[in-house]
Structures are given as structure tokens and as C-alpha cells.
């Protein structure tokens, strides 16, 4: 019991991790393919990453102590699970309840292939045997190597229930909607869709949690360069080199970005763009910057004991998504624009007073 909890923490811990890390491209894919982000299909992207990885973690963890190590056998009979039924003497006999868990630990893997990717039986059958095959060739060489021998039995049979398992979630999975399979919805990619207060929250949460990606990657990697390139032991400990760069590359980084396109990375994933306004957008967009993202990261460079800044600019951000008008928020009031649908076309700038009442032939109305 012990291992299957080790393995189970360890898929769980890898899953949030990678799943932190790919989090604004499966937004931005999901606005591409699909128009929108729902809570249902996120998780159930998150539960097919976790158990993407527990595969690989129940069937090869734990790895064998070195003191402890014993070769396994190899099982090429195709037929010797008939055998195995056949001398069981009840449905929990261990020959009954293993076949049975070969096909268990399959089934996910077809139903995702299906609902998630919209593919059909033969992709399950492929993928189901071809994934079992690597496990098991895996577990053959010792991980490739790693091991003198096998540690664990390469079995036919795990092949065969494997992807019988894969074929039966694919069946399994027909029972969803239509509507509610494949990766992708007509249209999604060109159909404007309503912007929303969390449509808008979402591209914060992007943009923030982005930065910080950034931000660590870079601090990672300075200290890397540092240690065992230029070799210089305390400027490693210092870590002051390591602390600037992850600051100052996020800004520089968010700063073209927002100056080359007019939008931040979060309003790229979730489809969001700024239009319209009076101010020329050689300064909106500067000021948007500096109402959103970047000035939650310029305040963050303020130090003791003012740093809380950054924290009370975070929370103003998120009261003015929700009380502004369609969520336009700091960035929306400083640079005078309205948020919009990225897909949605480009119009005239609304007409206001006795230029629409000209434009439409009338009279203007009197004060």
C-alpha cells in the first residue's frame, strides 16, 4: 500500500507542477479551439495529466535498491491469462483481480482520447498498445539501460488488457455528448464571444502567474550560469544577481509585448483587445501597461516597507475588474478604452453629441 501511495504523491506533485507551467498555453489554445475555458473540461485536462504521469509512476516506481536487486522473468505466451482464469478459483483470486487492473489502469486513456481529442476506436487501439508497449519495453532494458536487467516482469498479457482497457474507455466515453467531445468547436477560432468580468480576471491570473514563470526560469538559470559557468560561489549565495534579472526580464519581456501589439500576454490567451478612445495608442498603450501588469511589476521592485504596495495595487486591480464596465479595469479607466472580443472586427470609433445627430441627418438634440 505503501508504494501505490508513493506513486499516487509523486503523479499528483509532477501534475501540479507541469500543469502550472503549460496553465496560459492551455488557455490560450483552449480560446483558439474552443472559444472559452470551462471549469468542467480544466479539470478534466488536469486529470488526464495526472494520470498521463501516475502511468508511468505506478508501473516504474519504486525503483529497486541496488542491494535488493533481483532480474525478473519475461512472459511471451499470449495465452497465458486463459490459463491463469482457468485455475482461479474466484473473482478475487490475484490471477483475476490483476487482468482486471490491467484493463482499469487503460480505460482513462481511451475515454480521454475520446472526449478530449475527439478520436475514435482505432486511435485507442493504437495508442493504448503502443503506450503499454513502451512501458513494458521500458521495464524490459531496466529503463534503458539504467539497470543491469529487468526489474519488473515484461508480460504480454499487460499488453493485450492494456489496450483492451484503452478500447473500452473509448466505448465507454460515446456516452458524452457529442457536443461536449473533441478538441476543438466550429468556428471557435473567428466567432466573437461575450467578454466577461472572469473572461477578464483570467487574463490577470495569466499574466501574473506568467511573469512569475519568467521570473523563476530566469532566477534558475542566472544561479546555473553562475555556479557552473563563471564559477563565482558568492554571487550564488549572494543572490542578487539572480533576484535583479528575475525582476527587470518579465518587465522588459511584458513591455515589448504590450507596446508591439497592444495587448498583454493574458489578453492574447484569453482573445482580449483594447479599442476606441481619445488618447493616440503610441500613449493608450503605455498607459494600459502601466494600469495592469506592469505596474503590479514595478511596484514589486519597491522595497521595505513599502513593498505592500504591489499587494494593494493587485487587490485595487481586481475591485476595479469587477465594478468597471465590462471589466475593462486600471488599464481600461487610465487609457480610455473599451475591452473587446480580439475577433471581433475592427469598427468606426462610436460617434458622440452633433456628430452622430449629423451624421444621421437630424437635428442635434437641445441641452
Known amino acids: 500500500m505503501g508504494n501505490e501511495v508513493y506513486s499516487a504523491s509523486v503523479a499528483i506533485g509532477l501534475g501540479a507542477l507541469v500543469g502550472t507551467a503549460l496553465f496560459v498555453p492551455f488557455v490560450a489554445v483552449s480560446y483558439r479551439r474552443r472559444g472559452r475555458v470551462t471549469l468542467g473540461r480544466a479539470a478534466l485536462w488536469a486529470a488526464a495529466l495526472v ?74 487501439l493504437l495508442v493504448g498498445f503502443g503506450v503499454s508497449l513502451v512501458i513494458e519495453t521500458t521495464q524490459l532494458t531496466g529503463v534503458w539501460g539504467v539497470f543491469p536487467c529487468a526489474y519488473r516482469v515484461f508480460d504480454v498479457d499487460d499488453l493485450l488488457m492494456n489496450t483492451a482497457g484503452a478500447l473500452l474507455g473509448s466505448v465507454i466515453a460515446l456516452v458524452v ?17 461575450p467578454v466577461t468580468r472572469g473572461r477578464r480576471l483570467l487574463a490577470m491570473v495569466c499574466d501574473g ?126 487609457s480610455g478604452q473599451r475591452v473587446t472580443d480580439a475577433r471581433e472586427p475592427a469598427g468606426p470609433a462610436p460617434m458622440l453629441g452633433s456628430a452622430a445627430a449629423a451624421a444621421s441627418g437630424q437635428e442635434p438634440a437641445a441641452k
Open 51 to 124: 494520470y498521463f504521469l501516475a502511468i508511468w509512476t505506478y508501473t516504474l516506481l519504486p525503483l529497486p535498491d541496488a542491494e535488493t536487486y533481483r532480474c525478473a522473468g519475461v512472459n511471451l505466451d499470449v495465452l497465458a491469462f486463459v490459463d491463469d482464469l482457468r485455475s482461479a478459483h474466484s473473482l478475487t483470486d490475484f490471477a483475476v483481480l490483476q487482468l482486471a487492473l490491467n484493463v482499469l489502469l487503460f480505460l482513462p486513456l481511451g475515454f480521454f482520447l475520446r472526449v478530449l481529442a475527439g478520436r475514435g476506436i482505432l486511435t485507442a
Open 177 to 193: 455528448p457529442r457536443r461536449l467531445r473533441g478538441s476543438a468547436l466550429p468556428d471557435a477560432s473567428v466567432t466573437p464571444h
Open 209 to 334: 502567474l506568467g511573469a512569475a514563470l519568467v521570473g523563476g526560469v530566469v532566477a534558475v538559470g542566472v544561479q546555473v550560469v553562475l555556479e557552473y559557468v563563471v564559477r563565482d560561489r558568492a554571487a550564488v549565495l549572494d543572490g542578487s544577481l539572480a533576484q535583479l534579472a528575475s525582476n527587470v526580464v518579465p518587465i522588459a519581456i511584458w513591455t515589448v509585448v504590450t507596446l508591439v501589439t497592444g495587448r498583454t500576454v493574458g489578453d492574447i490567451a484569453v482573445e482580449l483587445r483594447y479599442r476606441g478612445g481619445a488618447l493616440p495608442q503610441l500613449l493608450a498603450r503605455p498607459l494600459r501597461f502601466v494600469g495592469g501588469i506592469g505596474g503590479y511589476l514595478l511596484l514589486s521592485l519597491v522595497p521595505a516597507p513599502w513593498s505592500f504596495v504591489a499587494g494593494l495595487f493587485a487587490v485595487a486591480s481586481v475591485i476595479a475588474r469587477l465594478t468597471t464596465t465590462q471589466g475593462g479595469g486600471l488599464p481600461g479607466i487610465v
